[in-house]
């Protein structure tokens, strides 16, 4: 099937046998299952659908690794502003393979578990993005009690520090700077992040939307109590930031946000005070933008 034919139907389809696998892997493995409430989001596009399956490869490739198997790359085929549902379904291909890897270096055999990669493509009729995406979150959340090391306050901090570095950014495309950190605050957990990001969220929701640009939705419904769904939220951050700052000819690396990155241990509490100068920053960012609605001219959605 030629790339430009697959669309979010045929996506989604595969994000269900990934799902299948890995249930097939959680149970062999006797891991409880993540039941929680998911994510609900809508009006997706296939930047954050790229990006959140480039983050369900990575676990799927750390379960690897956890067990003994050599480490892979996510395959480059896009930049996540240009995302295709192909390059998507790149990536869960990939990460079905990982998932087959897992059970090889289990030594599971039998009839259960026969993917076909890459198998035929049968799209999941009337399914869209969203659906896609929703799908990528829920397996995130199920490998990550998979895993003997989850993901968790470090990866969520590399995330936090790169929404910084791409705000900064743009705030400077605008004229202003990145406020200066919150002062520390200690004895913070998991959800007091993901609280400040789910009202950081709904700010950079308004600032996409005053610039044209279609925006993501999150609904109410979900609580993030684990440090997972810190580092899932703040993935979502950044997908849009860098979708933004796709679209200015802006330079790489601001310093600053760099220059953090390697504070040690890292606590929820270290998060919290990142997360803070974030939802500082995006507020920022959302007055200039307001002032300016025409900063991106004719956003191309």
């Known amino acids: 099937m030629d790339k430009g034919e697959i669309t979010a139907e045929h996506t989604c389809a595969r994000v269900g046998q990934v799902l299948e696998d890995l249930e097939a892997l959680r149970l062999e493995m006797g891991r409880s299952r993540d ?12 930047r954050e659908v790229y990006y959140h399956a480039q983050t369900v ?16 790359s996510p395959p480059l085929t896009a930049e996540p502003a240009c995302a295709r549902p192909s390059d998507v379904l790149a990536l869960l291909e990939s990460t079905r393979e990982r998932l087959a890897l897992a059970r090889v270096l289990l030594r599971l055999e039998g009839d259960s578990f026969q993917p076909e990669l ?33 993901f968790g306050a470090r990866e969520s901090r590399e995330q936090l520090l790169r929404a910084l570095g791409l705000a900064e950014r743009l705030l400077a ?8 950190p919150a002062p520390h ?40 109590e684990e440090p997972t769904d810190v580092y899932d939220l703040a993935s979502l951050i950044v997908s849009e930031l860098e979708y933004l700052s796709s679209l200015l000819p802006v330079e790489n690396g601001p310093p600053q946000a760099r220059a953090m990155a390697s504070q040690v241990p890292v606590l929820p509490a270290h998060n919290f005070r990142l997360a803070r100068q974030l939802q500082a920053s995006i507020g920022t960012l959302a007055e200039a933008v307001q002032a300016r609605p025409d900063w991106l001219g004719t956003a191309p959605g």
């Open 57 to 72: 490869l990575r676990k799927a490739d750390r379960l690897c690794v956890e067990l003994g198997g050599d480490s892979v």
């Open 173 to 180: 495309f605008l004229g202003a700077g990145l406020p200066a």
């Open 118 to 150: 890459p198998g035929p493509l049968l799209p999941d009729v009337g399914k869209n993005p969203s659906h896609v995406l929703a799908g990528c979150l829920v397996a995130s959340r199920q490998l990550n009690v998979m895993l003997e090391h989850a």
């Open 35 to 46: 039941a929680r409430v998911p994510m609900h989001v809508s009006d997706a596009s296939p």
């Open 185 to 224: 605050e200690r004895r913070k957990f998991p959800r007091d992040v993901f609280q400040l990001l789910w009202q950081t969220c709904e700010v950079l929701h308004q600032v996409l939307t005053n610039s044209r640009v279609r925006a993501l939705e999150i609904h109410r419904g979900f609580v993030g």
